[in-house]
């Protein structure tokens, strides 16, 4: 008998313990959701919605007790639904990246990959994306030496787009009604 309460004591410390952890937890999700709402922002994710949610598991695991999920909307006026049921291969890169980002200082991780983070992207987002990458890889202490060129590339994408926008921009003047050019 004394076996029995020995493990009944247990179970109750253990309980204890991981529910002040799930609480522990659900305080450091909050702020740890915002910054990685910012840095989805930092990579033209325009009106991102992300939250971390905590179902409670019916028994403890050596985890504790909590099943967390990620929840995401990228697009105004969708629901926030779960980050695997939402995001494309290249969304899903970006989504990653900005996370890395929050948790570089703390990953042990040497070696990143962001499979088809350029997907669907260019212009003022392939940028970011490039930036963010560089910031990391610093961060890091890694070498961005190759990516330096690739950052000047896109910036000379950037430059050209927007110049051409101008020039469209001057012809319009020019003549209002000409809209061929759009």
């Given at each position: ?12 410390r253990?309980?204890?313990a991981?529910?002040q ?6 305080e450091a999700?909050k ?7 910012v ?9 991102v919605?992300?939250?971390?949610v905590?179902d409670a598991?019916?028994h ?5 007790i909590?099943?967390?999920e990620?929840?995401?909307s990228?697009n ?11 995001a494309?291969?290249g969304e899903l890169?970006r989504i990653?990246?900005a996370?890395?980002t929050v948790?570089a200082?703390k990953?042990?991780?040497e070696t990143?990959i962001?499979?088809?983070?350029d997907?669907?992207i260019?212009?003022r987002?392939a940028?970011?994306?490039a930036?963010?990458i560089r910031?990391?890889t ?7 030496s190759g990516l330096?060129q690739?950052l000047?590339g ?7 787009t927007?110049?051409q926008l101008?020039d469209v921009?001057?012809l ?9 050019l759009?």
């Amino acid at each position: 008998e004394t076996l029995r309460k020995r493990v009944a004591d247990a179970e109750k410390r253990v309980k204890v313990a991981s529910e002040q952890l799930s609480e522990l937890r659900k305080e450091a999700a909050k702020e740890l959701a915002e910054y990685i709402r910012v840095g989805l922002l930092d990579l033209n994710f325009l009106d991102v919605k992300f939250e971390i949610v905590f179902d409670a598991l019916a028994h403890y695991t050596a985890q504790g007790i909590d099943d967390v999920e990620f929840m995401i909307s990228t697009n105004p006026g969708e629901p926030i639904k779960p980050l695997g049921n939402v995001a494309s291969g290249g969304e899903l890169s970006r989504i990653m990246l900005a996370i890395k980002t929050v948790m570089a200082e703390k990953d042990q991780i040497e070696t990143l990959i962001f499979d088809e983070i350029d997907v669907g992207i260019s212009g003022r987002t392939a940028q970011m994306v490039a930036e963010k990458i560089r910031g990391i890889t610093i961060e890091l202490g890694g070498d961005a030496s190759g990516l330096e060129q690739a950052l000047k590339g896109v910036n000379k994408e950037v430059k050209n787009t927007q110049a051409q926008l101008k020039d469209v921009e001057r012809l319009l003047k020019l003549d209002p009604k000409n809209t061929e050019l759009l």
